[in-house]
Nanobody, 125 residues
Framework: QVQLVESGGGLVQAGGSLRLSCAAS????????MGWFRRAPGKEREFVAAIRWSSGSIYYADSVKGRFTISRDNAKNTLYLQMNSLNPEDTAIYYC??????????????????WGQGTQVTVSS
């Protein structure tokens, strides 16, 4: 059974940093993409970043490009999201996600088959 467990969220002041972790277990061998999404209060879930380890390709939303860095430790089966220069607009529940296969599109939530429970990130002004 697949489990994705996020950690690392919390409260931080604007301009600060946080690192989110997602411990993965039970993923099928065919899984090729992992990513981060977020849902801000009153808004729909949106794409943040993804990594396709079959090719090493990395994808970012324009809103986080240059501030956030996605990475994966294969030995630990853990996905990370380093978030720098945080601002209040980054306040959201952050979700880790993984695919069952190797989809062409990685920026939409429907491409992902497995989801974590989410971790809250709150950025104060």
């Amino acid at each position: 059974q697949v489990q994705l467990v996020e950690s690392g969220g919390g409260l931080v002041q604007a301009g600060g940093s946080l690192r989110l972790s997602c411990a993965a277990s039970g993923l099928p061998f065919s899984s090729r993409v992992m990513g981060w999404f977020r849902r801000a209060p009153g808004k729909e879930r949106e794409f943040v970043a993804a990594i396709r380890w079959s090719s090493g390709s990395i994808y970012y939303a324009d809103s986080v490009k240059g501030r956030f860095t996605i990475s994966r430790d294969n030995a630990k089966n853990t996905l990370y999201l380093q978030m720098n220069s945080l601002n209040p607009e980054d306040t959201a529940i952050y979700y880790c996600a993984a695919t069952r296969g190797d989809p062409i599109v990685v920026r939409t939530s429907t491409s992902y088959d497995y989801w974590g429970q989410g971790t809250q990130v709150t950025v104060s002004s």
